[in-house]
């Protein structure tokens, strides 16, 4: 569906009501903020739903620490990162939590507590961390090992429905009906109506969503951090 479709969907769920003659971008409001909700919805359970179309590629050299990923806006979050290498196929890149970088560093160490990870050696780990500006960076345990190329998955912001003609791809067609419910509940909430139906039809759709992604999501990764602990 598109928003003219989840619009007129969500009104005609109403009924008699809320007031007639509601202004249209008032409701276009609460069908992107339904957008929004729902998607958190489809990547809580399916991780790697949204990936943007192309990585961003880090260009990795000794010694230095952290690189920039992309301006503010760019990313949402980050999804999956692998190693290109000279020849072969690329190598899953292990991501830590930022707190333990510290734990990781040093070839030595890595090979005595992760030993399950073979000698894929340091470049294997590195860190995501998001600043107070926005910026999101990539880095690496310190004692960078050589230099490679990083291919870094990450979901793009979510795309403002801002016609008619616009469609939520964020979340699945089959499961719109879901948004247009969300947006029946919270125009109901603002009037103060009873959503108690409503909210019964929203529980039912979503597990519906869930259920589905559930198995798609069986061939994609649910961890987006490795955290091993020292023993």
């Known amino acids: 569906m598109n928003l003219q479709e989840i619009r007129i969907l969500a009104l005609e769920n109403c009924g008699r009501e809320i007031p007639p003659g509601i202004a249209s971008t008032r409701v276009d409001r609460l069908v992107n903020r339904a957008v929004e909700h729902v998607t958190n919805i489809v990547e809580g359970t399916a991780k790697l739903y949204n990936m943007a179309p192309s990585p961003i590629a880090v260009s990795v050299v000794s010694g230095t620490e952290k690189y ?94 801002a016609t008619g003609i616009n469609v939520p791809t964020e979340v699945p067609e089959h499961h719109h009906e879901l948004i247009a419910v969300r947006t029946t509940i919270m125009l109901l909430d603002q009037h103060s109506k009873s959503p108690a139906r409503w909210d019964r039809h929203y529980a039912e759709l979503r597990a519906m969503l869930e259920g589905d992604l559930e198995s798609w999501n069986r061939t994609g990764s649910r961890v987006r951090q490795l955290h091993v602990s020292r023993r």
């Open 68 to 161: 920039l990923l992309g301006a503010s806006g760019v990313i949402r979050k980050i999804l999956y990162v692998d190693r290109v290498p000279a020849v072969g196929r690329p190598q899953e890149v292990r991501i830590i939590p930022f707190q333990h970088k510290n734990q990781y560093s040093g070839t030595t160490s890595f090979q005595d507590t992760y030993r399950q990870c073979g000698n894929m050696g340091a470049g294997t780990f590195v860190y995501i961390v998001r600043e107070r500006d926005g910026e999101w960076y990539l880095g690496f345990p310190p004692e960078t090992a050589s230099a490679m190329t990083l291919n870094v998955y990450y979901s793009p912001p979510i795309t403002p429905l």
